[in-house]
Nanobody, 124 residues
Framework: QVQLVESGGGSVQAGGSLRLSCAAS?????MAWFREAPGKEREGIAC???????GYAASVMGRFTISRDNTGNALYLQMNSLKPEDTAIYHC?????????????????????WGQGTQVTVTS
């Protein structure tokens, strides 16, 4: 069982930046960030393979950057130009099986491991 622990959430004004981190206790394949906002469906916003291939949802493209360290066990999300609509609980997720398609298409499948989430609040 792999444990995922997020950190780095907080409150920021619109236009500001935050960096989220996620530490994985073991080996995983694709990793991703999801977010849950009140009254909205869970949204997969960014993903990355072990080789470093990335994918982004249209809602964050050009503003957010996902990255992973050389060990593959640390995941990051750099969030710039934040908007009030980015307010949500952000979850780190990881997949325990090798997937043949793009990591973005795998976001439609349930992740194997989930973090507890970290709150991001963007004020106008």
């Amino acid at each position: 069982q792999v444990q995922l622990v997020e950190s780095g959430g907080g409150s920021v004004q619109a236009g500001g930046s935050l960096r989220l981190s996620c530490a994985a206790s073991g080996y995983t394949y694709n990793m991703a960030w999801f977010r849950e906002a009140p009254g909205k469906e869970r949204e997969g916003i960014a993903c990355i393979s072990r080789s470093g291939k990335t994918g982004y949802a249209a809602s964050v493209m050009g503003r957010f950057t996902i990255s992973r360290d050389n060990t593959g066990n640390a995941l990051y999300l750099q969030m710039n130009s934040l908007k009030p609509e980015d307010t949500a609980i952000y979850h780190c997720a990881a997949y325990g099986i090798l997937y043949g398609g793009s990591c973005l298409s795998q976001l439609n499948n349930r992740a194997t491991y989930w973090g507890q989430g970290t709150q991001v609040t963007v004020t106008s």
